[in-house]
Nanobody
Framework: EVQLQASGGGLVQAGGSLRLSCVAS????????IAWFRQDPGKERDVISCIASTTGTTYYVDSVKGRFTISSDSAKNTVYLQMNSLRPEDTAVYYC??????????????????WGQGTQVTVSS
């Protein structure tokens, strides 16, 4: 059974940092594309960053470029999202997801077939 476990969210003041983790069981991150999405209440779940494990290629949405860094640790089968200089508008539930079919970053939510449970990030002003 494939499971993704997302963690690391919390409450932080603006300008602070958090590191999200996504641990996989039942599959290896080595050959797949892994993405972080976020969702505000009443809004769509949008990709903010992803990493194509086979090439190491990464993607960031403009609003997080220069502040967030995605990385993977194959030995731990874990993908991280280091979030620095957090802003109130980064407040959302963050989800990790795996795309088993593409070795490059796809921004379409439907391409991802396994999802973590979400972790809440709240940034106070």
């Amino acid at each position: 059974e494939v499971q993704l476990q997302a963690s690391g969210g919390g409450l932080v003041q603006a300008g602070g940092s958090l590191r999200l983790s996504c641990v996989a069981s039942g599959l290896s991150f080595d050959t797949y594309t892994i993405a972080w999405f976020r969702q505000d209440p009443g809004k769509e779940r949008d990709v903010i960053s992803c990493i194509a494990s086979t090439t190491g290629t990464t993607y960031y949405v403009d609003s997080v470029k220069g502040r967030f860094t995605i990385s993977s640790d194959s030995a731990k089968n874990t993908v991280y999202l280091q979030m620095n200089s957090l802003r109130p508008e980064d407040t959302a539930v963050y989800y990790c997801a795996v795309d088993r079919w593409d070795n490059y970053c796809i921004l379409r939510k439907a391409s991802y077939d396994y999802w973590g449970q979400g972790t809440q990030v709240t940034v106070s002003s």
